[in-house]
């Protein structure tokens, strides 16, 4: 159960409401719509139980166009029909860049492969006007499908901007994915277009593509055009593909497709760690209403703000960064090695382009504490003022790490949601302070419960993370399924509830904790634990770098298993850590919790945005194949997963 007592790490300052967007917000809902709200807490319950007056508020505050009409039709979830009667275009309002003139910098492009770059609004506008021009010379119209197999690098984004402005629908892989994965994804959504890279640098160490790239092309048999951008090679060329530079040869002038609010903007895939990844569809008007309000509502962004978050292509956060110009701020895109030459290398790139808002992975920010970085000594930080972290829960000790070494004044944003409706459902506001371990609140617009198994809401306790009504950003569906398969995901467990997969505590306060998937419960003799718990505890010695614990079900209260990467990369694990291991959970946690085995292992896998396999190694220890339990080419290191093979039963087989 999840206590009131956390230390308050950051306070709003007192003048909050006079310089933040929310702020102004606030102050327009006074004015334009005569509504008054006492503080956060006021204005979320708003905006969860009057559905039509907070969309419609949040399209005419955002200056989105002419009256869109009624914000939906109903309710009801899953189908709900959002601004039937609204025509609009992502990538016009992100072309906009409200606040921003023409020369104004809007992309700040750093890598380890290639010099840095800037483009101003007039330079993106203009290379997205040739790629619309080169999209449309190759065929691509309204409702076709536009695939990249490319890094986080201008070219992405514009392709994406180029795309969305034709009504095309865009779908990118990060060119880290091996093939297989590249295959189960695009095969799926049969693109006419791929755009890709020659290879990339990562580090020091150079990769090339061209052999996953002619893979590719023949597992596609729906493509009519490739496009290669040479990137590790300048003067790469590959074979029967028109190049980048050609690609935008010419330039009609740049117009927009009217479109319904709900026509597919892209197609994101879950991280198809067993089985085919779901091709999620996100279409332009849901996507635009929800990344306005998220960033500038809650990140606070706007015009004058740099926006970096440290992501992939394959990764639902590079689709919510590359939103931010709707807001008027620039976003700064890096494609390499976080850790090259050394963890403290991002900081100072968070210093060198001015970057105002910096987001990145709780393993991250793990990572540097646990190396001892202490950023705001290496660098610069003082136009920093805003920090989010996500990709995992972040525990208490990161909380107090971040205001003991980054700043005091940053408002940090752990927040948590899903590439399923492609932002976070729990996080931070301007208006609210930061706990030490907490997330702030529910998002605005986000009806969020933690539910018992007969689905009644619960308050200081865990539960399922629901979703109690609909949000714009909700899929329009997944490609090629009628439906079944989507209500089978998200509307199985509680009927016309939104069920996520998160355990989830809320607490008095309206706080929340995250505390793991709900498919990898630790659950000892009657004990729930979210494996975050356990991972927060565990990884605090120093001795280990990374741990992965998984719950055998079976007599009695079955058998955890936990396995740890050594920080002194030995495969040996001595009867005295093991003994401080059980101590330290036993102590902080609960003695049921107290592993039955522990293994050494030379890596704990993960996905490629870093999510740790927990799943698929269970499915792994029970017997099932590895290729069968999880989609190996989404994973960073592939042999990861063998020694978790290596200790399966010969004569059992899985699920």
Partial sequence: MVTSGSDV????????????????????????????????????????????????????FFSLGSDPGPAL?????????????????????????????????????????????????????????????????????????????????????????????????????????????????????????LVTVDGYRYGDKDIDRRDEVATIREQLPSLEHVVCVPYLDPSAELPETLSWQAFLSTADPLEFARLRFDHPLYVLYSSGTTGLPKPIIHGHGGILLEHLKSLALHVDLGPGDRFWWF????????????????????????DGDPGHPDLGAVWRLVDQTGTTVFGTSAPYLMACRKAGVVPRDIADLSRLRGLGSTGAPLPPEGFRWVYENVSTDVLLSSFSGGTDVCTGFVGASPLLPVYEGEIPAACLGCAIEAYDPTGR???????????????????????????????????????????????????????????????????????????????SVVEALPEIASALVVHLEGEGSGELVLFVALADGSLEVSDELRERIADELRSHLSPRHVPDRVHAVPAIPRTLSGKKLEVPVKRILLGTPIDTAAATGALADPESLAPFAALAPTDRMGP
């Fill in 311 to 334: 992501t992939t292509t394959g990764w639902m956060m590079w689709n919510y960064l590359v939103s931010a110009p709707a807001t008027g701020a620039a976003i700064v895109l890096y």
């Fill in 457 to 535: 809401p619960r308050r200081g306790e865990l539960g399922e993370l629901v979703i109690t009504a609909p949000m714009p950003s909700m899929p329009i569906g997944f490609w090629g399924d009628d439906g079944s398969r989507m209500r089978e995901a998200y509307f199985s467990g509680f009927d016309g509830v939104w069920q996520h997969g998160d355990w989830i505590t809320i607490t008095e306060r309206g706080s929340c904790v995250i505390t793991g998937r709900s498919d990898a419960t630790l659950n000892r003799g009657g004990v729930r634990l979210g494996t975050a718990e356990f991972y």
């Fill in 73 to 193: 039709t109903s309710a009801t979830m899953p189908g709900t029909q959002w601004f039937p009667h609204a025509r609009l275009n992502w990538a016009e309002q992100v072309l906009r860049a409200p606040g921003l003139a023409d020369n104004d910098p809007v992309v700040v492009a750093h890598s380890q492969t290639r010099p840095s770059d800037t483009l101003s609004v007039a330079d993106l506008r203009d290379r997205v006007a040739r790629a619309a021009t080169g999209l449309r010379r190759l065929g691509v119209g309204p409702g076709d499908r536009v695939a990249a197999y490319l890094p986080n690098i201008a070219e992405t984004f514009i392709l994406l901007l180029a795309s969305a402005s034709l009504g095309a629908v865009f779908s990118s892989c990060a060119p880290e994915f091996g093939t297989r994965s590249v295959c189960d994804r695009l095969r799926q959504i049969e693109p006419k277009l």
């Fill in 9 to 60: 790490l950051w306070e709003p300052p007192a003048d909050v409401r006079e310089r933040t967007r929310v702020g102004a917000f606030l102050a327009w809902l006074s004015q334009a719509r005569g509504l008054s709200f006492a503080d956060y807490h006021e204005l979320h319950t708003w905006s969860v139980t009057d559905l039509d007056g907070f969309w419609s508020a949040i399209w005419e």
